[in-house]
Antibody
Framework: QITLKESGPALVKPTQTLALTCTFSGFSLSSRGVGVGWIRQPPGKALEWLGLFHWDDDTRYSPSLKRRITITKDTSKNQVVLTMTNMDPVDTATYFC???????????????WGPGIMVTVSS | DIQMTQSPSSLSASVGDRVTITCRASQSITNYLNWYQQKPGQAPKLLIYAASNLQSGVPSRFSGSGSGTEFTLTISSLQPEDFAVYHCQQSYSNSPLTFGPGTKVGIE
């Protein structure tokens, strides 16, 4: 059974750097085609894809945020870390980490989601 | 970016109704289109992938169709647990991957 769970601060101040950890189980991020991504959702608004870390270490980012975000993995701990710099109140959102199986399985659909973590940016 | 739109933005329906939601892409995405259901306070759940394939465990009253730029999600007989927000997502291009704005299905 695949599970993912986000952890990190619930509150950050403007201009600070956010670091969120996704701890996963039930799959290997070294398996061909697998990816772990990050998606966020401001309160009452649409989902926004942030980035995707692939099994071969290839990492893709949203063009609008690529200057501010980095996604890395810690294989020994089965974790993927999202770092976002220069946080602003508009970054207030629930942040989800997601599992993406190989493309042939769900054609890019995210089949398992973490419960999400609400992050508020406020002074 | 590939822009995704959904219509309607919200609808009211009764248990047993047939419900159809439309998702349009700003360019052809062939069949790289996925549908999610999100209930309040929960993470989205994958319902349909590749436009018309039912994800494992999803009831057969859900179905998807379409290709190119226009897609539909149909619920053949709305059940009480189906009241939720439905999101479409294109996975044709990851620069960036994009979601529609969502369609809220409420109780009439």
């Amino acid at each position: 059974q695949i599970t993912l769970k986000e952890s990190g601060p619930a509150l950050v101040k403007p201009t600070q750097t956010l670091a969120l950890t996704c701890t996963f189980s039930g799959f290997s991020l070294s398996s061909r085609g697998v990816g772990v991504g990050w998606i966020r959702q401001p309160p009452g608004k649409a989902l926004e894809w942030l980035g995707l870390f692939h099994w071969d270490d290839d990492t893709r980012y949203s063009p609008s945020l690529k200057r501010r975000i980095t996604i890395t993995k810690d294989t020994s701990k089965n974790q993927v870390v999202l770092t976002m710099t220069n946080m602003d109140p508009v970054d207030t959102a629930t942040y989800f980490c997601v599992h993406r199986p190989e493309m042939a399985t769900t054609r890019g659909g995210f089949d398992v989601w973490g419960p999400g973590i609400m992050v508020t940016v406020s002074s | 970016d590939i822009q995704m739109t959904q219509s309607p933005s919200s609808l009211s329906a009764s248990v047993g109704d047939r419900v159809t939601i439309t998702c349009r892409a700003s360019q052809s995405i062939t069949n790289y289109l996925n549908w999610y259901q999100q209930k309040p306070g929960q993470a989205p759940k994958l319902l349909i992938y590749a436009a018309s394939n039912l994800q494992s465990g999803v009831p057969s009253r859900f179905s998807g169709s379409g290709s190119g730029t226009e897609f539909t999600l149909t619920i053949s007989s709305l059940q009480p647990e189906d009241f939720a927000v439905y999101h479409c997502q294109q996975s044709y291009s990851n620069s960036p991957l994009t979601f529609g704005p969502g369609t809220k299905v409420g109780i009439e």
